[in-house]
């Protein structure tokens, strides 16, 4: 075998995440975040993003907003569409975090057994955040106008209405947003975080 | 509406990518490789990856590995399998750029619709690097022995032997992997990379 073949089946040595976590000075895993439509998953996402990257971390927010478009265009909200989206979401953070990110999804995410799919794919790294706020609290805000209309029936298969919300049994963080301010939610996160995922 | 409410809606900013290439002192993008079974594009993408994190960049490679068991499990190998395969990938791989890094994908992906899909992707994040060598000089080397298996009838579909390889028209960059050693086709990666990711 002539040494130029030779070379092509020598052992390959990927970049090891600890190599990635010792680089970037901060931790790589996942937050998830489940709650209502309406919880303020994805605002308080984007807020925690913000922070974090001032303070020079590799951070990155999976939402709707990037995802359903994409890698989720071709599935709807059927549950087994939503079960389909969460499993790939899952599997697209685990190497997010893999490759040194501090991710956080946010998506209502309404099924523990998706869920605990999800935390599956990353292992240790996985950590479960409960935005909580209760429907009556969620329906009140409506940011959207999406409960309106789900009442109205103009959305099927809308959370907190017309399809189940299995809250999380044993989150890793809970984050009470229906008593507390943005501003304390970012807070209270951010805490955790810099406790949890500082190196 | 209380303040509290009131915070739920405002505008959203995300990190843009603007700030993470900023502050990763590299450009993001993707580096798509494709070409025959053991032309040699998972070898070349991960000693470029060490190479790159050694230079400090933000750098991680897809490739059969690490998405075939995860994001990819519930696809094979037919046409319409590997069409959804690469167009995750693709999404995927957007994402990965969007939020700073330069990602680099090794997968045959045979097909150039399902490439320029990949491509709309990312825009003009987008490299196609077209890792070429002939199917004679593959099937030589046959590192893992499927090109053997694939003769004998024991691979189904296999590029190269009973499945078709549709080379790109217009690649970004080439590396000729047939004539070139492993280190001479790194080099030619990294001064291509160097050139056109620096900041």
Same mark, same amino acid.
């Given at each position: 075998m002539p040494a130029k073949t030779a070379n092509l089946v020598t052992v390959k040595h990927r970049v090891s995440t600890d190599q990635r976590v010792a680089a970037n000075k901060h931790q790589s895993g996942v937050l998830w975040f489940t709650g &209502?439509? *309406?919880? +303020?998953k994805s605002t308080l996402a984007i807020e925690v993003e913000q922070k974090l990257f001032e303070m020079g971390w590799q951070v990155y927010v999976l939402d709707g907003d990037n995802v359903?478009? +994409? &890698?989720?265009?071709?599935? *709807?909200?059927?549950p087994e569409d939503r079960t389909e989206n969460i499993r790939r979401i899952g599997e697209m953070a685990a190497l997010f975090a893999d490759a040194g990110f501090l991710v956080i999804t946010a998506f209502i995410s309404p099924y523990r057994a998706d869920r605990d799919l999800a935390r599956k794919a990353s292992g240790e790294r996985f950590h479960e955040i409960h935005i909580a706020a209760d429907v009556e609290v969620c329906e009140d805000r409506d940011p959207k106008g999406h409960y309106a209309r789900a009442r109205a029936g103009e959305?099927?298969?809308?959370? +907190?209405?017309s399809a189940p919300y299995e809250p999380p049994a044993e989150p890793e963080f809970t984050v009470d947003t229906a008593s507390q301010s943005v501003d304390e939610s970012v807070s209270s996160l951010m805490t955790y975080i810099e406790k949890t995922f500082s190196s």
């Open positions: &209502l439509p *309406g919880s +303020g359903r478009q +994409g &890698l989720s265009a071709d599935l *709807g909200f059927s959305i099927k298969e809308f959370t +907190g209405v």
